[in-house]
């Protein structure tokens, strides 16, 4: 089993930035690729973005050039940063881990409100 906690959502008004974190536990793992989605009241989760154990990084188009994913690979801990947020940003943030021979994991998701 591997366990996920984020951090790091909030109230930020529009042009501002916002830096989610989600550290991955657990025991005997070994990961292949973490990341985000996003899910908007109303809307259906869609991924923002992703990166494998490599390091290749993938974006949803709509957030390409504000938004950065990285990773720790010794903290197992998954970062998004957002910058120049748009109301349209706004919505429950979940990360995701993917495990060699187990499955993929879901955090418990994080609340980004972008004020106008």
């Known amino acids: 089993q591997v366990q996920l906690v984020e951090s790091g959502g909030g109230l930020v008004q529009a042009g501002g930035s916002l830096r989610l974190s989600c550290a991955a536990s657990?025991?005997?793992?070994?990961?292949?690729?973490m990341g985000w989605y996003r899910q908007a009241p109303g809307k259906e989760r869609e991924l923002v973005a992703g990166i494998t154990s490599g390091g290749s990084e993938n974006y949803a188009d709509p957030v390409k050039g504000r938004f950065t994913i990285s990773r720790d690979n010794a903290k197992n801990t998954v970062y998004l940063q957002m910058n120049s947020l748009k109301p349209e940003d706004a919505g429950d943030y979940y990360c995701?881990?993917?495990?060699?021979?187990?499955?993929?994991?879901w955090g418990q998701g994080t609340q980004v409100t972008v004020s106008s």
């Open positions: 995701y881990v993917r495990v060699e021979r187990s499955g993929t994991y």
């Open positions: 657990g025991s005997s793992f070994s990961i292949k690729a």
